[in-house]
């Protein structure tokens, strides 16, 4: 089949964003049209979200060995209208307040010095960036841009690690425009911040933007770089057979490409700069064990899947679990796949494959072969056993 060709697109946007709102912005989304050419086409859009740090294009497009990672094309070749957008503060969205180092992370700021800084600094824009509301808005137009642009009456979802914060509450408070909800690797913490009751998705706080604690929240942006970003994934890689050689370099060489100015700071020698990566500071709330059974959406009206490695420690820890997250879904309508020989940046992995090979059987048909429900393992021979 020949390749299909990525076309960008700047989606119009009024910002809710405290640090630029009210102001009239464009948020990036990349399209791959899938649709097979013919009058009958029935045409079927899938809108992709990345998790806290990396952007979308990098986690489901990434450019290496013949793309054969890239999420998104495979399941355009399979005849999926995708969408990969990037909320405020990521990629090639806007990204206000983050052109300014000082407006680091305190705890993140001695990876710039001597580049761009020769000392610690105090925030000049001391709150996060996004909050809950603002970035289900921003989905929010973009589900409408697609559905004006493709005719559909509904988007399936998919969101990898952070993205659950806000595909989750969103697909629960718009179940009439969500198709499927897919979740690799979702953050879910049971006892997550609440919102305001009845439902939990009201604004927690008074006004925003939010500055207390400062530790937490004094600060719009946070940064990681490349040794952090080896060092977090290796504490997850249990055999190499997972992940493949020059995997590391790949993923960081398009992050850097994507961000023209943070590819520019960092590194230990002055005037040598090895690039950091840049990702906004969220407010998040309304996703945890009261909010997530809301109205019985997901699991009926929402079907769900869930996908993780069973190396990843970080959407299982103390604080955060994915088997909870299925236990809280409501409805029946449900699947979930612990994945062997993967962790938490399976995308990038050599298991991508079975990854790819179940999200297309979900996005056409909302089952795997003939489950429709119930929690899986998968071997490394992709058989599937019933874990309960």
Request: aromatic share 10%; charged share 15%; with cysteine.
């Amino acid at each position: 089949m020949p390749p299909i060709t990525p076309v960008n697109h700047q989606v119009p946007h009024t910002s809710t964003v405290p640090a630029n709102a009210g102001q009239a912005v464009k948020l990036f989304v990349r399209e791959y049209d899938g649709t097979p050419p013919g009058p009958n086409a029935q045409r079927k859009a899938v809108l992709m979200l990345h998790g806290r740090s990396v952007p979308s294009v990098v986690a489901f497009d990434l450019q290496h060995d013949g793309a054969k990672y890239s999420w998104a094309q495979y399941l355009a070749k399979a005849g999926f209208d995708v969408f990969l957008m990037e909320l405020t503060g990521s990629g090639l969205s806007p990204r206000p307040e983050m052109d300014r180092p000082c407006n680091t992370n305190p705890q993140h700021q001695g990876l710039l010095m001597p580049n761009p800084l020769s000392t610690a600094c105090t925030p000049p824009y001391p709150h996060e960036l996004g909050n809950s509301k603002s970035e289900w808005g921003e989905v929010d137009t973009v589900v409408e841009w697609i559905r004006a642009q493709r005719g559909t009456a509904k988007v399936a979802l998919v969101g990898q690690s952070a993205a659950s914060f806000v595909f989750g509450p969103y697909a629960i408070q718009n179940p009439g425009k969500v198709e499927s909800l897919l979740l690799l690797a979702p953050i879910y913490p049971p006892a997550g911040r609440p919102g305001v009751p009845p439902n939990g998705f009201g604004a927690p706080v008074a006004s925003f933007p939010v500055s207390s604690p400062p530790s937490l929240f004094g600060f719009p942006m946070n940064l990681s770089s490349r040794t952090g970003l080896e060092s977090a994934w290796d504490k997850e890689v249990r055999s190499p057979k997972q992940r493949a050689a020059g995997m590391v370099e790949a993923v960081w060489k398009e992050c850097m490409a994507l961000d023209p100015v943070g590819s520019t700071w960092g590194g230990p020698t002055a005037g040598q700069p090895e690039g950091v990566l840049r990702f906004r500071n969220s407010y998040w709330w309304g996703w945890n064990q009261d909010t997530v059974p809301v109205g019985g959406v997901l699991g009926d009206e929402v079907p769900v899947m869930i996908v993780y490695g069973e190396h990843d420690q970080t959407a299982n820890s103390p604080t955060f679990s994915v088997p909870a997250l299925y236990d809280a879904i409501p409805g029946v309508r449900k699947l979930m796949f612990r994945v062997a020989c993967a962790g938490h940046s399976m995308v990038w992995e050599r298991q991508s494959k079975v990854l790819h090979h179940l999200s297309r059987q979900w996005l056409g048909h909302t089952r795997i072969d003939d489950l429709e429900k119930g929690s899986y393992y998968v071997d490394e021979d992709g058989a599937y056993t019933d874990t309960v």
